[in-house]
């Protein structure tokens, strides 16, 4: 066959380098574009900071995305410390040290450098120290602190003693009476409960370690005998087999809900991640208007002096000419991103005003095709801009794809928010009488009353999705 030459014309999208870093920005959280744009600085020395714009986030911690009250103040997610490992005792010194003098301490917060102290200190540091302090002889030592290095961050020992027992040297001639006396010994430790086999055990050594009373006695028997019944609600059989009446087994169940089935979670340390909210939002003339968050904004600029000796030296700029390009495309797109996320927080505060006026039991339906259609922007686009990006509110710090979600239908033909349901299930649990808590039927009922049609099966999903123990479990005496 003859080789010939054809023109064939066709169109296809092509990514410039220039849109592709647009998308790349957009996608990322704050914390993580202030990460890329110290790269950028250290890599181009077109690019600057203005004046006192340090760049550096200063958030503070917190355990809910939801429970800032100060709308200009970073709060982080149940995420939250920066991006780095959980910091070690040594490095809490440090920090110690750069945060400030701890004389300028007032007397009232003793306690909470007592708790600072005491999550900066590992479990097995702090079982150590009493071991150190404790009169036995060094083999008996040596084989208590075999024991704590074995156990969990919950302060649990999940390995039995017999597979305990092979990892000793031979030659030391341990026996499991050895190591069931080193386990006493530590079980005998603080915080009580440490050293325990099973949550059963935790909880009973806890009550051994209170000092003798009726109450903690009947706990104890309770604890040993029949947790099992305990944990199914079964009240009635209990104060059979205890001989007991209503008070006292409400008072023995009080004291076991108030043990800690985790007694060495005191000491793990925890991570924290940090959020550094985008927009605020405020009510201003009766409207609620959104504002981007000056602490999250970059300052970026042109670096004067080089911009200005490339300028006398037109045509010979070479790197610098491509640096200088690739500078305000950057400040070009940081802009841009920040745009799109104001344009998109003001389009979702305007859908989901009621929230903002009533809480969440006035949330509405909302998908990210109706921001995209009204912003006439692709809906791939609105939700990179969802994604990680915080609205702090006065009523708390939310990322912006919480207030998008699924919708159910009600009587009157409109649709109610999975969220708007969530929050009536939670606000019908915490009024239910807790000698007959509502089944998940019941609440179902309950809604359709309301002219929201929900299905028992989607109430139990609801229910647990905000971490609501079942019906059996919420019965009380």
Known sequence: MKPTLQLKLSQHLTLTPQLQQSIKLLQLSTLELNQELERFLLENPMLEREEGDAGDFSPAPSSSPSTASEAEAPAPQDERRNESEPASFDEAGEWASAGGSSSNRDDEDDTDFQEFQAAETSLRDHLDQQVSLSPLSDRDRALVRFIIEALDDDGYLNQSLDDLLPLLPPELEFDLDDLSIALHHVQNLDPAGVGARNPQECLSLQLRAMPSSPVRDLALKVVDQHLELLAERNFVRLKRLLDCDDDALRAAHMLICSLDPHPGSQHSAQEMRYIMPDVVVRKQRGRWAVTLNPEAMPKLR??????SILQQNRGSGGALTSQLQEARWLIKNVQQRFDTILRVSQAIVDQQRQFFDYGEVAMRPLTLREIADQLELHESTVSRVTT?????????????????????????????????????????????D??????????????????IVVARRTIAKYRESLNIPPVSLRKTI
Do not use: C, W
């Open 302 to 307: 042109i670096n004067s002096l080089y911009a």
């Open 388 to 432: 990680q990006k915080f609205m702090a509110t006065p009523r708390g710090v939310f990322e912006l794809k919480y207030f998008f979600g699924s919708h159910v239908a009600t009587d009157t033909g409109g649709a109610a928010s999975s969220t708007a349901i969530r929050a009536l299930i939670r606000q019908l649990i915490d009024a239910e």
């Open 434 to 451: 807790r000698k007959k808590p509502l089944s998940d039927a019941k609440i179902a009922e309950l809604l359709g009353q309301q002219g």
